[in-house]
DNA sequence: GACTGGCACTCGCCGATTCAGAGTGCCAAG
DNA sequence: CTTGGCACTCTGAATCGGCGAGTGCCAGTC
């Protein structure tokens, strides 16, 4: 059985109202607020049709209906309309992101930006080393037996990691190992170096072989290996809201959750090119989070993505302008990073 | 009037059961798990002596005591044994520490560490800036207008900011505008550096003063105005342990002082030598944790300090066991960095 | 003077009970 | 297919009473 056109209104109806009042809506309140040009009754029986079909449900006997998350799945597929941006959240945007110095301050600023204009827990990852490129390598001496190797890409990212030599190395003999580092790997994407480094220890001299296959390994290890995303969080006061009530009572496992980086990754990763991805309470591969929503997208400059934004929330959430600002911020900083 | 021993006894026997069962405790309870040699009657005398005083409270009229901030001022002052680790948890602590390959790496791991020790919020600040000194600066150009800056610090820390230079610089100059700047700075603390960095712009000559003026600008906007500490937080779902009851049912104002890091800093900064600093309660500046308790210290190699970490729970806390646990925590770690 | 046992009293908690209101499902009629 | 009407259900708030923990005080004892 299809639903039709009104069933669908109504099914709207229920979920704005819903995440507005955060109570379970009935049908009188529905044609009061809404102007369906229907009756109670005829509201109640199409109700009773969209709980059968499984996409609202009552709390309890008699009490108004409550959208499923298969409710807020078709909802979001196909009846929200998209809400655009009021000028005051692009200002605040505009605001809130000019003046970064650094990308650690663009991620900083983005990350509490989109926790304050959703009013939800934002995350933000780093631009993701495996798609950028080796802009500089330095090698600094520290001591005689200990360098220490900083990655710059052209992402802005900037890595850095102490490596513990075999045996004392001269400073001129760093100062070389420098250049042919930066000649063989410089402009290279990461992901493409591991045989590339091969390559370069292979074709050091013997003498010299033992610290470049040193530096080699702690090159591999953090750039590839030890796939070293980086996220930054924001908003968990946000979840403290609505006393509550989302989240059956205890925010435990969500914070819990949120302080995994592996599991912000997983959210707020596995880009696609260009989509909004909305994941809705169980559609969530991870238990903690059940009962929450989260809305993510890729971003990056150009059309290109270097990395993942989003935020979670309840799964009561205004999806259509959770969505819109989402994407706006996407696209800010998009713009923001293709100007470096 | 002042409080003889057995009030004192029972001050404390209070404190250990209320943080122990987190209920009101009543003098016949006391008197059977706590082996005063005196009956239910005397210790309530005691109790109404020391409610007198503002050590405890009840309440509500005929329930339990419950300690004051005052009553677990005295207790931690006064009253509290200096309880040891287990060997479990040192070798927790050791087992947790090694391995730790990066500056970034020992601050995460200490802060997971500390929260999971001691069952609360933990913050760890990185080594402060403004107490280390400049192992080796590097200019890394990216184009002919912008260079890289890169700090690195002899605790460990490296810090980079993106130099937007005012005209066109050859790489050469590059090179050895970095072996002047390391001459001058490398090796001073960084809190002297500000008159060293005018002195480097004066002593430039004239064609390419312009270029060090921006970059000294930069060098002293980065090292010292926005003085940069930084900090780690963990620990957050420990706040939503024991249903909330501490905390007064919202976790809100919390976590919102936890989202400010000037928040924590005050927390945790702000560190006398080798003093273990209990903020309890009201004592805190910080209107939103009035509810709360701080335990924190500073760290370093040796005796030097040049950080501070600590933690974060309810007043109802085993402020002997967290105090302990801390101190430990800090100690290894300022081994650990005392190694580099 | 300090401690103790006894006793009356207070008051919050818990379960049961009641009541009103919101909302439903169903039915018969338009 | 829609609508108005109606009986029914169930929750949440408010009320009530008994229970019990815990207290404060007092008189007696060491």
Redesign the interface.
């Not at 924001?234 to 006061?237: E, F, K, L």
């Given at each position: 059985m299809s639903l039709d056109d009104r069933k669908l209104d109504v099914l709207r109806a229920i979920v704005e109202d819903y995440v507005a009042t955060q109570e379970p809506v009935g049908s009188k309140s529905l044609v009061e607020r809404h102007h369906l040009g229907v009756s109670p009754a005829t509201v109640r029986n199409d109700m009773a049709v969209l709980e059968e079909e499984g996409y609202i449900r009552q709390p309890h006997t008699s009490a108004g209906r409550v959208p499923t998350d298969a409710g807020y799945r078709l909802f979001v597929d196909r009846l929200s309309r998209v809400k655009a941006l009021s000028p005051a959240e692009r200002r605040a945007i505009e605001r809130f992101l000019v003046g970064a110095?650094?990308l650690d301050d663009v991620v900083h600023r983005t990350v509490r930006l989109l926790a304050q204009l959703t009013r939800q827990v934002a995350v933000v990852q780093y631009p993701s080393l495996a798609r950028s490129s080796v802009?500089?390598l330095?090698l600094?001496p520290?001591s005689t037996t200990r360098v220490?190797l900083?990655m710059?890409a052209d992402t802005?990212r900037?890595e850095?990691?102490?490596v513990e030599l075999p045996g004392p190395v001269a400073a001129d003999a760093v100062t070389e190992m420098r250049s042919t580092v930066n000649d063989k790997l410089g402009g290279q994407r990461l992901a493409d170096t591991p045989p590339l480094v091969q390559a370069l220890v292979d074709d050091t001299p013997v003498d010299r072989r033992p610290t470049m296959a040193c530096l080699a390994s702690v090159l591999l290890e953090t750039l590839v290996e030890r796939s070293d995303e980086r996220v930054a969080l924001?908003?968990?006061?946000n979840?403290?809201?609505g006393?509550?009530l989302d989240f059956q009572g205890?925010?435990?496992p969500v914070?819990?959750a949120?302080?995994e980086e592996v599991i912000l990754l997983k959210l707020i990763g596995e880009v696609e090119p260009s989509t909004t991805r909305v994941r809705i309470g169980d559609e969530n591969e991870i238990d903690n989070l059940r009962s929450a929503s989260v809305v993510s997208t890729g971003y990056g400059p150009g059309t290109t993505i270097v990395g993942g934004l989003g935020v979670l929330g309840p799964t009561r959430m205004d999806y259509p302008g959770t969505i819109a600002t989402v994407r706006a911020v996407a696209r800010y900083v998009g713009d923001l990073l293709a100007q470096?």
């Open positions: 110095v650094d802009r500089h330095e600094v520290i220490m900083v710059i802005g900037v850095q990691r102490l924001a908003g968990t006061a979840l403290a809201r006393g509550m205890t925010l435990r914070l819990e949120l302080e470096n």
